[in-house]
Nanobody
Framework: QVQLVESGGGLVQTGGSLSLSCAAS????????MGWFRQAPGKEREFVAA????????YYADSVKGRFTISRDNAKNTVALQMNSLKPEDTAVYYC????????????????WGQGTQVTVSS
């Protein structure tokens, strides 16, 4: 089992920045690819970004490329999502997830999910 707890959400104005963090506990964190997903009201959950367990592979959704940066610290069992130039359409609940392969995360499949943290971008 892997337990994931997100933090760092909040309210920010358009053009602002937020940094999300996900703390993992349980099974060996560094063996898992990690990802961020989001779900806006009335919409399906969508892939945002993913990073392999070594950090050698990183993928982003087209909608966040150039604005968001995913990173991980295997020594601290954390994965972060730095979000810059935020837009109102980035408003959603953001979820952290873990899976054995980054390819599954790209398909929005994951073995473990966090509870989510709300990000609201005001116009």
């Amino acid at each position: 089992q892997v337990q994931l707890v997100e933090s760092g959400g909040g309210l920010v104005q358009t053009g602002g920045s937020l940094s999300l963090s996900c703390a993992a506990s349980g099974r060996t964190f560094r063996h898992y690819a990690m990802g961020w997903f989001r779900q806006a009201p009335g919409k399906e959950r969508e892939f945002v970004a993913a990073i392999s367990w070594l950090g050698s592979k990183i993928y982003y959704a087209d909608s966040v490329k150039g604005r968001f940066t995913i990173s991980r610290d295997n020594a601290k069992n954390t994965v972060a999502l730095q979000m810059n130039s935020l837009k109102p359409e980035d408003t959603a609940v953001y979820y952290c997830a873990a899976d054995s392969t980054i390819e599954r995360l790209k398909l929005s499949l994951a073995d473990y999910w966090g509870q989510g943290t709300q990000v609201t971008v005001s116009s």
